[in-house]
């Protein structure tokens, strides 16, 4: 497997450079005077004008940026003198104008290459939010942990095209022809839908800023699912030849979305709810015993009672090898949506309906090192969670070396110290907890000393939901070997698109041009590239996921069996009140066990300098963190800093 996973990582790095290589060479004199003319001769030979060959002979080249004219070599030269189809014509002879035009045409020619290079950038946008991308994963990526990067390049990209829409308005205003911004060329470029493509840009690009997407997320997510009209009108304005260099990405994303779709239409089962005594969740799910994730991994929720749109990612608490039929995730009570749920949640409701995406997460995570250190601000100690229940099912193993554990935890007021209950599963015994050294350093920022323990009486709650019919347990979209089966939705939706692509422009787009004399509209063509896409994902993303489902169907009715006697015992206390009652009884060992490993100190920070250069004494340590963007800074200087060379740093980030 492991050789398997190498030569497909090997491939991928291939295709990937030669792609690149592609890019590269487009804008060299080379590829527009020695090799697009070699390709037009030799596709001009096989029966085809320049202009007809279909979008299938240029994805087998991964591009080929020419203009689909007849006359593309002359109209592109006179657009590079600053001629083209806007009608611009040189006035005079005299050196002055011909200074003047030719001043003009350098600088409709720079507002094209600004286009160019923003386009470049949408050639990578869409790979990072592929949830469940097949690519992100061979080079150690997630979704999560790559968002940055389609921030970064929606950023870059919205900023060119502003640029290259302000050249352009500029160019017309000097020439007099403004009214080309509303132009709708059928043999060139749209005008028009440029326009309405920036327009929508722009709203999109504005209220994608942090203040909108962590103040006013609702205003970013509505805003932001604009971006099917934003592809719309933005292929349709850079025509069907650019449209093919950027689609690897879109394709990904949209199998993707659509497969998201699909797992969305269902109901997961709700088995509980604990709300601990800091007003945090946790929701426990019914799941397949095939449903496999690792730990730091997250699941999206929807509640339609809540928001008929709305999807928000929670992190999985709860380990898919030590607990084989649940699934849990928790839910700090910040902003409008979780306000709401955590209402729902308190009233006398006895089901609930959810939707589910996921789980998504790393493709592995490496915990074998001799210590770790965890260290949290606030809810990010919840990846942890998942990650110390893994080390608990691994320490079943008596060959397997555990390492030592110690987690740094960072909170403003004490009850937060409720998070500690969810460290050991509900029904851990004794035994499985035996080999784990686990040591918590617990840190209340804002408090300078205990509560009174009157003030922390309040038990923890656990509330039970009644299945419905229609519930089923969460299940990979594509049942088991679910890589397996992506990979034949991919496979089998591009290879039906390069067919139907070829098959419309042969037989319909070709005789249109033969026959008339008359140029294909330049705008159908992408629209006909973009439909077929589309219709070729729709085909087989359905055909396989009814196939799998109807496969699996006697698994789902085993497992909705289960789901009705789905069963835990929870403790009625919470950790932090037991800090404060230490001559209280505890009622479980496990979670006595928690008490007795945690030190709390109050009003002050962590000094991860210290703590970190303390565990010098280990050959090889690893440091993980997940927190406030300022910790995890902090945490990575000094893992970097060269001082201690055995810290092995590696940073989870939710923060979109």
Partial sequence: MGDMRNLLKMSMVAVFVGWMFIWVMISTNLFKNKWTPKMTKHKSSASYRSHDVYCGSELSLFAYPKETHPNSKQIEDKRENGEGDDGYEPIGDSDSNRVYFFSIAKFRAFGLRIGYVGHYCWAFLFFPVTRASTILPLVGLTSESSIKYHIWLGHISNFLFLAHTVIFLIYWAMTNQLMETFAWNPTYVPNLAGTIAMVIGIVMWVTSFPYYRRKKFE??????????????????????????MILPNMFLFFIDRYLRFLQSTKRSRLVSARILPSDNLELTFS???????????????HVPSISKLQWHPFTITSNSNLEKDKLSVVIRRQGTWTQKLYTHLSSSIDSLEVSTEGPYGPNSLDLRHDSLILVSGGSGVTPFISVIRELIFQAQNQSTKIPDVLLVCAFKYYHDLAFLDLIFPPDISVSDISRLNLRIEAYITQENKKPEAADDTRLLQTKWFKPQPLDSPISPVLGPNNILWLGVVILSSFVMFL?????????????????????????????????????????????????????????????????????????????????????RELESVPYQSIVQATSVHFGSKPNLKKILFEAEGSEDVGVMVCGPRKMRHEVARICSSGLAKNLHFEAISFNW
């Fill in 219 to 244: 205003i970013f997510f509505y805003t932001h699912h604009l971006y099917g009209l934003y592809i719309i009108f933005y292929m349709i304005h850079v025509g069907d030849s650019w449209f093919c």
């Fill in 287 to 301: 799941k397949t015993p095939g449903l496999q994730y690792t730990p730091t991994s997250i699941l999206f929720l």
């Fill in 499 to 583: 067919l139907l692509i070829a098959i419309v422009t042969r037989y319909y787009i070709y005789p249109v041009d033969r026959n008339t004399g008359k140029i294909y509209n330049f705008s159908y063509r992408v629209l006909w590239d973009m439909f077929l896409g589309c219709v070729c994902i729709f085909i087989s993303s359905s055909a396989v996921f009814l196939w799998r489902k109807k496969v699996n169907k006697e698994g789902d009715k085993e497992s909705k069996k289960q789901v009705q006697s789905v069963d835990f015992q929870t403790p009625t206390s919470s950790p932090g009140s037991w800090f404060c009652s230490h001559e």
